[in-house]
């Protein structure tokens, strides 16, 4: 008699104790789907945009170059900017990192660039990727590519992971070691990059003066039409996919995503704020998830998944905080 | 999801590789490859363009 009556008791305890678990969790639950409800939107980007254009004008701004089919030729050439940016762009004030590596690296009097490395290297550890969503031309020109409505937008597919691992190959392959080693007579190597891949070239730089220059016009060859081809699919692979040079082929990109998990300007998340509804992960255009990974070396720091999240658990900035996730 | 001081460690390679890429600027300089960089720069690069 004890024993049923016993049993009895742990039934109703059990129920009573599971209706609390049960009230609390639908609180709980309730309280996610309501932040969860806010994050249907996506954010907008042109805030962003307006910064990417206004650093392109100012880097681009020599508008002599336009007018006449040539160069700036003056001091500021001296200096590198942090995105891709052609040095052969008629508007250019500054030095393209890439170009320039490659130039030092295939001369004859150096084997290795220490300026030029050493500045991507300051780049890279300061703010890591952010100079992709921010200072990079040519990943301005993708985003707006983007924008234009295709049917069918591709967010992945099944060897993207892979593909993008393309990138450091071409920055080790293209950029250091061809220039460094397939030298011609006089020990001088050439910019294998610019000269078979570099679609900002071709677009910023080849189109602009070919247009602008007789001289160029009656120049042109196979290599031109080469970098044509490769720039027109890279504009319609842009339209589908985001950022695709940027995903799978730009050398500066692979440079700066290995600082982006020690950079001193990073993403936080934090873990007591965050309700995982999975916002940031689907307002990410590169595909990263910052609840599991902050600081991805695939983040271009666009800032899209802190402006999604609707618990206000993602931020960034240069000041160290112990107790968020990295 | 975390782990706590993990971003303070992060952060101080990053100030220590930052101050690397300077000194490696710096010595760059000193070796007179902004010179290079210059050369290349200032004239019409025909391998950038798809010309060279």
Redesign the interface.
Known sequence: MDKELNKDIDKTSVKVSNKKWDKKSDKEGNQKKKLAGKTGRQPSEWPRHGIQLLWALITNSYLAGFLQG??????L??L?VPGLN???CPGAL???PI??LQ??IG?R??QW??????????????VGRFVCGFLCPFGLIQDLLHKIPFPKKLRTFRSDRLLRKLKYAILILFVILLPMFLTDILGQG??WF??LI?PA??LE??IP??FLNSA?RS???W??A???VLLSAIILASIVIYRPFCKYLCPLGAVYSV?N????F?Y??D?DK?VSCGACARACKMNCDP??NS?DPECIRCGLCKKACPAGAISCGWK??????? | MSRPGLQGRSRRIGLLLAAAGLCLMGYGVFRGEMDIVFEKAVRICMECIGIG
């Open positions: 040539r160069i700036y030729e003056g001091k050439k001296n590198c052609c040095y052969s500054g030095s393209c170009g320039a130039a030092v001369s009097n150096y660039a220490f300026y030029v490395s050493g500045f991507l290297i300051f780049v890279g550890a300061l050439s910019p610019c000269k570099c070239g071709t730089g080849g003066l070919v160029m120049a042109i060859g290599l031109y080469w970098k044509n600082f998990p020690i950079s001193v990073r936080r998340t873990p965050c609840v599991k600081n160290e905080r112990e107790s968020l996730s990295d």
